[in-house]
């Protein structure tokens, strides 16, 4: 009979941190299978080979490199590995990179983050940074845009309106804006391109509220990190005037949630108070905001959880104690850190000027005018033929159909007749503007003439006038110059 | 406040079925019986008898002598062998008072008799001391002493949450004594001057809150409050946070409620009802590492061997035997050890190997601690030898109540850092 000693108390739960490990790598294999169905899908077989091969890559390597780790340290080389769990730093890390991202600086990638992030500072819960976040940032700054040569992807939905200034006012520009992805609840199922992991939010948050459930992460961080994003945004989009979907998309798009849910959580990473964990989160979610406007870059998750992660000693520090008695402080912190978070925000939102690429300035190229042609130099030639004839309040508006090359030579047979609109001042008989609607003559040479420099010189005239007609392009505008003058002529004719 | 703190609580496996139905053992004394001059942390005792006295049943023997005053008696009738001095459940090694047991239980009357009904509250405060009625939770804390509060008092909050996991002598003794329980709260509310008497049971046992509901109905100030299936819900301050929503510094009577345990109640009814002090104790016996777990009604001074013995033995070669609960309960590397007034439980598992590993930073621990310390900053400020980091954190705060070293799912000994940070403290305190 042994009487076995041991310090109370004797029970535990079971919950393990393996179990723990075990979980977290299921809930982000979901995310594993949910993104090479989509590459399936929507691109084919090539694509999905080409996620597994970065995950086999990253992977071994995260193994290989713990494994000659332990064997130098002279230690049982499974039993380091069962206990320090290298696959989750790979795994996290090839979903935060895009579907195009080659072999080696994926391998690159986990080799810093484990071997510098991780074992030298002393293996696992030892590390300071989050360390897919570390190998993240090293791909960035080491690889930039390094991509597969055979493999494309789009735009991520944080870049293009990054691109956009984050401030998209035109409703018509929104929606082909949110088109690209399949508008709001596109975002929420993910079935768009990003990095690998960063589709689906929906997916996302439910994974999420399975494993805070089983306890595997806190529920404050990404709680508070959402939370924190949502509310800053919509402040931004009420200074700014934008819609709701503003801060869905904030919250939808990109990286946050990934982010949130498998990387802010990183308990090594984290304070371990709850109120520390809220301070964290908030205080992830204003830097994030921050990276994204004020900085306008993509990338603000990833930085704003290393950022975080070196402030976690120090929060740590700020709520040691008793925690009921320093309850109150708690609560002024993370209202005084909302605030500022807020005040920040407000002043970056004021800022924030909406650019104009989405549908861009029609490019005026360069043209030259040369010889005069009158206007009523036409009466002798063919006529224009009267497509429609509208008044709209002062003016009368006249499509003409007229021929364009056609009309000059036999060697064009099939060209087909240009039409222009034509807008006149219905008393005065004076041209207000001329519109190209179609060109149909030889393209860059005949559509020359849909150019500003040429038609605003028939404003104001009657039919007495004459313009200069566009150099290289002659024909082309003797046949705009026809047009006008049938439509004053139908005009007149039409009092 | 959880969201900012933690839950400070945690719903924990109870194992409680394996002894709430069946039969209470009773447990004959064996041939000696072993009385324990120890109370709390005290041995401070003055011995009434000497080798080669005869007692009774209910004789006094000893008499704690230093600030409390606490009664001892004899449960046997028999001869008084000497004073030996053997392990105590506190890990001790403690005088005790040997008395052969002659088996013929003849008994006498070492304490008053108290007319309750017209009984000022002095004179009951003073039965209460006569008659050695301790806390029975597991405390042994003097009860007379606590209702000498200037404190104005309004409730009496009996205790009857039993939150350690496997057991179950309050509700055997709250289910088989339920008159004495009502004397008892009776009794108290006069020491207290209160106007009502709340029961705090756990919402699971639905079956003894009806039972006991039933048997209040004639007593209109007396009412049963339901709280949760979570540990540490028997602890004074998460109970009374749970049923008042208020938080006090030192004790409850701040306030205005003074809580005691519903077996300790019972006790003091039972001491009314027929002149007797705490010789007899339910004690629960239980675990995957005894045969026949069950409830035992034995007399203090039983050796824990006597009552494992009665019901089977162990199941297994290599056990782990805790005096009280798993939880707060100590680990006993002997079974050698006796019954004391304040007993309530023996735990016995199957000993189970569990490989720790690093610590990963979860905070699980510290958003558990019922106390509101963060156990995991004061085991690194332990192992980084940082005594003022300990200060601040409050160690001494801990009741070592056992849930941070339950959570932590890297098996760490939370508790035993927070134990060791106390000690610390302690010396630097003394130095
Ligand atoms: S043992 Fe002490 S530190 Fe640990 S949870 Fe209980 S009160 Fe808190
Ligand atoms: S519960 Fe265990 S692993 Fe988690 S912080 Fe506390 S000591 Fe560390």
């Not at chain 1, 977290?24 to 999905?48: C, D, I, K």
């Not at chain 1, 002279?74 to 790979?90: G, H, N, Q």
């Not at chain 2, 590993?357 to 963060?374: K, Q, S, V, Y």
Request: net charge neutral; charged share 15%.
């Amino acid at each position: 009979m042994k009487l076995q000693f041991k310090v109370s108390p004797t029970m535990k739960t079971r919950q393990s941190t393996q179990q723990i490990m075990m979980l977290l790598t299921l809930g982000l294999m979901s995310v594993v299978l949910f993104s090479s169905a989509f590459y399936f899908v929507e691109y084919g077989m090539n694509y999905v080979v080409h996620l597994w091969s970065l995950l086999a890559v990253a992977v071994s390597v995260a193994v290989a490199s713990e494994a000659v780790w332990a064997y130098f340290l002279k230690k049982d080389i499974v039993k380091y590995l069962k206990t320090s769990f290298p696959w989750v730093t790979a795994i996290i890390l090839v979903l935060m990179v895009p579907i195009s991202t080659p072999l080696y600086p994926i391998a690159i990638g986990t080799f810093f983050a484990i071997v510098v992030a991780k074992l030298m500072f002393g293996g696992f819960g030892h590390n300071v940074f989050n360390l897919a976040g570390v190998g993240r940032a090293v791909m960035l700054f080491s690889f930039g845009a390094a991509i597969m040569p055979d493999l494309v992807t789009s735009a991520t939905p944080i870049s293009s309106i990054a691109n956009l200034g984050w401030v998209v006012k035109d409703a018509v520009q929104l929606e082909t804006f949110l088109a690209q992805f399949g508008g709001i609840s596109g975002l929420l199922f993910g079935w768009y391109p990003g990095a690998i992991g960063e589709t689906s939010a929906l997916l996302i948050m439910v994974i999420g509220i399975f494993l805070a459930v089983k306890n595997v992460l806190d529920w404050r961080i990404p709680v508070f990190y959402m939370g924190t994003i949502f509310v800053l945004s919509a402040l931004v989009a009420a200074i700014q005037g934008l819609g709701i979907w503003f801060p869905l998309y904030n919250i939808f798009a990109g990286g946050a949630m990934f982010g949130a849910v498998f990387m802010l959580t990183d308990p090594v990473t984290n304070p371990t108070s709850a109120s520390g964990r809220i301070l964290f989160a908030i205080g992830a979610g204003i830097i994030t905001m921050l990276i994204r406007l004020q900085g306008n870059y993509p990338e603000g998750v990833v930085f704003s959880i290393l950022i975080m992660n070196m402030l976690s000693p120090m929060i740590d520090r700020f709520t040691d104690g008793w925690q009921l008695e320093l309850s109150k402080k708690y609560v002024t912190s993370i209202a005084t850190l909302s605030v500022v978070g807020a005040l920040l925000m407000g002043v970056v939102g004021f800022n924030l000027q909406a650019v104009a690429i989405e549908e861009p300035e029609p490019e005026v190229p360069d043209i030259t005018l040369s010889s005069p042609i009158a206007l009523d130099q036409s009466a002798s030639a063919t006529q224009g033929v009267i497509l429609s004839s509208s008044v709209d309040g002062d003016a009368t508006v006249v499509l003409v159909e007229i021929n364009g090359y056609k009309v000059l030579s036999g060697e064009y047979d099939d060209a087909l007749p240009n039409k222009v609109e034509v807008r006149i001042n219905t008393s005065t008989l004076k041209v207000v503007s001329v519109t190209v609607v179609e060109v149909k003559d030889t393209n860059n040479i005949g559509t020359k003439v849909d150019n500003p420099i040429f038609l605003d010189q028939f404003k104001d005239l009657d039919q007495t006038g004459s313009v200069d007609a566009v150099s290289g392009a002659t024909v082309t505008s003797l046949s705009v110059v026809r047009a006008v003058y049938a439509a004053l002529e139908h005009v007149k004719g039409g009092e | 406040m959880s969201v900012w703190i933690g839950s400070m609580q945690k719903h924990i496996e109870g194992f409680k079925e394996l002894t709430t139905y069946n039969d209470i053992v009773n447990i004959a004394a064996p041939k000696e019986i072993y009385i324990p001059l120890i109370n709390g942390v005290s041995t401070a005792f003055e011995v009434l008898v000497k080798e080669g006295d005869r007692v009774f049943v209910n004789t006094k023997v000893a008499v704690r002598n230093d600030r409390f005053e606490v009664p001892l008696f004899s449960p046997v009738s028999g001869v008084v062998k000497g004073i030996k001095k053997i392990m105590h459940a506190s890990l001790k090694p403690v005088d005790h008072i040997v008395i052969e047991n002659d088996e013929l239980y003849e008994s006498t009357i070492s304490i008053p008799h108290l007319d309750l009904e017209k009984a000022t509250k002095d004179e009951v405060i003073e039965f209460a001391k006569v008659a050695g009625i301790v806390g029975m939770g597991g405390a042994g804390f003097p009860t007379y002493f606590k209702y000498l509060t200037p404190a104005t008092l309004k409730v009496v909050l009996i205790n009857g949450v039993e939150c350690e996991p496997y057991i179950t002598s309050d509700y055997r003794m709250m289910e088989n004594y339920t008159q004495d329980l009502i004397t008892g709260f009776i009794a108290m509310m006069k020491m207290a001057n209160a106007q009502e008497v709340h029961i705090a049971i756990k919402k699971s046992k639905k079956k003894l809150i009806k039972y006991i509901q039933e048997a209040i109905k004639p007593y209109p100030f007396a009412s049963i409050k339901e709280v949760d299936d979570v540990y540490p819900m028997g602890w004074e301050r998460t109970l009374v946070y749970a049923i008042y929503k208020k938080r006090y510094v030192k004790i409850p009577c701040e306030v205005n409620v003074i809580v005691n345990n519903a077996t300790t109640a019972i006790a003091l009814g039972q001491a009314i009802t027929k002149q007797m002090g705490p010789t007899m104790k339910m004690v629960t016996v239980s675990g995957n590492g005894i045969k026949n777990p069950a409830n035992v009604f034995v007399p203090v001074g039983t050796p824990a061997s006597h009552i494992i013995a009665q019901l089977g033995g162990y199941t297994d070669e290599n056990i782990t035997l805790v005096a009280g609960g798993p939880m707060m309960g100590k680990t006993m590397t002997t079974d050698a050890w006796v019954i004391t007034p304040y007993t309530n439980a023996i735990t016995i598992t199957k000993t189970e190997q569990v490989d720790s590993m690093t610590c990963l930073r979860c905070g699980t621990c510290n958003d558990h601690c019922p106390a509101g310390l963060l156990p995991v900053r004061i085991n690194n400020a332990e192992q980084a030898k940082n005594v003022d980091l300990i200060a601040q954190l409050n160690a001494d705060l801990c009741i070592e109540c056992g849930l941070c070293t339950y959570v932590c799912p890297s098996k760490l000994e939370v508790t035993e850092g927070v134990r060791r940070a106390k000690r610390v403290l302690a010396l630097k305190k003394g130095a």
